[in-house]
């Protein structure tokens, strides 16, 4: 049966466009933090648009379930296959071409399967800037991105991954193709289709390709990082700063003093910029100038004075090389890697409003006391955005003296959740539900939005044939 | 049957919030613009979204359509009913509470019926900016604003109506109500609604709330007026300038000197500013900064001394104080009344990609010489969005020769709207589809995007209830 699907689909795709021997399936099988694992018939490597349509045909004809993947560095097991079923992993990466980038317009057009870092680069060979950056950038693709809505530290100045699109390529379910590639920055003819995809993970069709807004590309940057006795200082701050710079704040974000402790103490050649003791909490920001020279490092070093002087901020330090610049942002990035070394990191990726960040994290500090004395608050996030990574660190030695994980972490998890959803917040504000979070859809979601995205789902999906078990219950 | 209904409206809503003598209705079933009528057996006037519901489940149960209408502003007939028909007009004019406005989280909660400038002033009075702005900005109400994706002349900035909206509240044709209101910036949680409601043009629920974005208020502005001898070297000196100044700049209107002149010649005290000959086109150029003083201003005539240097520009006017830059911007804002005073003008709300204003400009300017020659070509537009109001302007005298006027109307729209087609560009680019351009959809939209329109209309409205014929063919 699995022979027959194998073969028909080389029959539609060509003989090396579909891989279904089990070694080289497998790292297509596994997430990349090994939590997640599926299994798959084949993995299908279509094209064009016209042969997604294809497969997808086919797939609803013959009962096979269609897992999309592009980079495959969901952290909410997104973009594996589920362990059961009839399925197939329909890759786009080998849909990669960038189609048109027009500097004149400001506006790309490229194929799902793009590395978001060639993009990047892409814009900026025309003197342009694509915004869109995060971790994964070096290999997750632009499918990936669109399909779960990505975030990122640049969200603050030019919002999530649906604010940057001005047209979408999908393949619906039932094979047929819509072209809504366009590079209009107003059309007010119709239903706004674009944003009811961005954002499904796949489990409305398969976005095929894009265009995207460029911006111009900054000539001048400037960086600091802030010291701060209070979470609440931080923000306050944190708010200060993009009132005082609204078209310029580029990056805002907070880390904890575990976090940045963590971060320095397993990094390479990573040292603390800070010469008195490290504040509690720090806030990286960063600006960006479409001048050249020094002007836009001189207005906030300006500005940070004063705020220091006044009291506001305990410790300042401002980048003043492109290297050191470098090496305050590795702090930043270093924080998955070195959490991960430091031991068992629970981590949560909530938002609330910002303002209300001090309250979130005083709340959530007290209920881990209370309930897992063991545990670490470690914070990091895009603070602009009211996002937060919000990591209960536990050692390995505790780690491995709990019996049911699985158990532990859930209850841990609402714990936190229940504290984000009293404030007005979310329990995933940038990573999406893929396979992770569907309970919670259910749990803490309004009824009425929950039905109604069922509703869609079966306007789209009746089978239920794409990405099955992610984002809603089956 | 008609009382039957009006009593039991009564009976969910009160007595005196139910109108249904024909003098009270009359301003609510014509358009401003006198060009589209309607009949409605009464008006509604709930006071919150449960009575939206009950509404909305008694018209349900009963056959009855319904119509919402906001400040009655459309330009596309969309705010008045249909002529035949059991109808309703829903009116959000008597919710109209500012719920909320939260200057350190940057958002405000109001109700669909609040006025927009009353939104602005709102904003205001917290030291904020709510960018939203349009002609009809004084009787317009938020409702509508959302329900038609509403545009205006700070997009190049801020975006279209859908681009400030943190949330919302929908009263769907079932009567259930969707409460989406929430302020966060951030929450990657399943299907995106929101935006399948802005711009659906109330055919497929009620706005009846939303939470808005709001922005740092400016605290000082550099307004220029410049000339340039074709449209080329207006689109690029403007493409340049957005280049230059990508958070600062909240304006760029281009103005033909046809248009120019109508609206000074009609307009009440309006003076030509340029000491020369008028240019052939003009930019109108807006810069906004958070920092008080003239630092903008000296920056932005910087530039353009540069610019006319080097013979990019042929004529600049900087306006040197508050009253000055009034004076520019009414020139603009007259050109509405200015037209219909100087003969009658058939309007156009085209958008193409902001590089190829130059071609649609040549091509039309030809086609109608062609085949119109008594119009005069005047243009309007929002050139940072590529959004054009084109005019074909003919005298009073010509078009009283004008047999078959709809024909005549409808046959040039549509050399126009072929143009823009061929351009990747839109037949409708702020103004929406309303009753007017129903026919536009069928003919130059995607056949799959509408068919899926089709779909989503039926998985809401199965009965049709809702603002029938708009948007959508019945």
């Not at 506006?107 to 971790?135: H, I, N």
Request: glycine share 8%.
């Amino acid at each position: 049966m699995s022979q027959k699907a194998v073969s028909a689909l080389r029959a539609l795709l060509g003989e090396t466009h579909v891989i279904a021997s089990p070694s080289d399936m497998a790292p297509h099988l596994i997430d990349w933090r090994k939590r997640h694992t599926g299994t798959a018939m084949c993995i299908a490597y279509p094209q064009h648009a016209q042969q997604v349509s294809q497969v997808l045909t086919y797939c609803r004809a013959n009962g096979i379930r269609v897992f999309p993947q592009g980079g495959n560095t969901s952290v909410c097991g997104g973009s594996v296959p589920a362990m059961d079923g009839r399925n197939i992993i329909l890759s786009l990466a080998k849909m990669n071409r960038i189609v048109e980038v027009n500097a004149g317009n400001n506006s790309m057009t490229v194929e799902a399967g793009c590395v978001l870092a060639d993009l990047q680069q892409a814009a900026s060979d025309v003197d342009r800037l694509f915004p869109l950056s995060l971790g994964a950038e070096g290999s997750c693709q632009i499918g990936g991105n669109l399909a779960t809505n990505a975030g990122g530290t640049n969200v603050v100045r030019f919002g999530n991954t649906r604010d940057l699109v001005l047209g979408l390529e999908v393949v619906l379910p039932d094979g047929r193709v819509w072209n809504g590639l366009r590079t209009l920055r107003k059309n007010n003819s119709g239903y706004d289709l674009k944003h009811l995809f961005i954002g499904s993970e796949g489990t409305l069709g398969v976005i095929t390709a894009a265009t995207l807004k460029l911006f111009p590309k900054p000539k001048s940057v400037a960086t600091a990082l802030l010291g701060f006795d209070t979470a609440q200082a931080a923000v306050e701050q944190g708010i200060r700063l993009q009132g005082m710079f609204p078209g310029e704040l580029v990056g805002l974000e907070l880390i904890s003093r575990s976090e940045f402790e963590i971060s320095i103490r397993h990094g390479h050649h990573l040292r603390n910029p800070f010469e008195q003791a490290t504040p509690a909490w720090m806030v990286l920001v960063e600006l960006a100038s479409p001048e050249a020279g020094t002007a836009i490092n001189d207005r906030l070093t300006e500005v940070l004075e004063a705020e220091f002087e006044r009291g506001a901020i305990v410790d300042v330090v401002v980048a003043a090389s492109e290297q050191h610049r470098h090496d305050l942002w590795r702090i930043r990035h270093n924080v998955t890697e070195a959490n991960g070394r430091e031991g068992m990191g629970l981590t949560h990726d909530i938002a609330v409003p910002t303002y209300l960040i001090p309250t979130f994290l005083t709340r959530a500090a007290t209920a881990l006391e209370a309930r897992y004395p063991d545990a670490t608050p470690v914070v990091v996030g895009h603070m602009g955005d009211g996002n937060l990574h919000y990591i209960a660190m536990f050692s390995h030695e505790f780690w491995a003296t709990v019996v049911d994980k699985p158990s532990f972490q859930h209850e841990l998890s609402h714990v936190l959740y229940d504290i984000a959803a009293e404030l007005d917040g979310t329990f995933s504000a940038e990573h999406g539900i893929g396979a992770l979070h569907v309970e919670e859809m259910s749990k803490y979601k309004d009824d009425v939005e929950v039905e109604i995205m069922r509703q869609i789902k079966r306007l789209f999906d009746l089978d239920d044939m794409m990405n099955p078990g992610r984002v809603l219950p089956s």
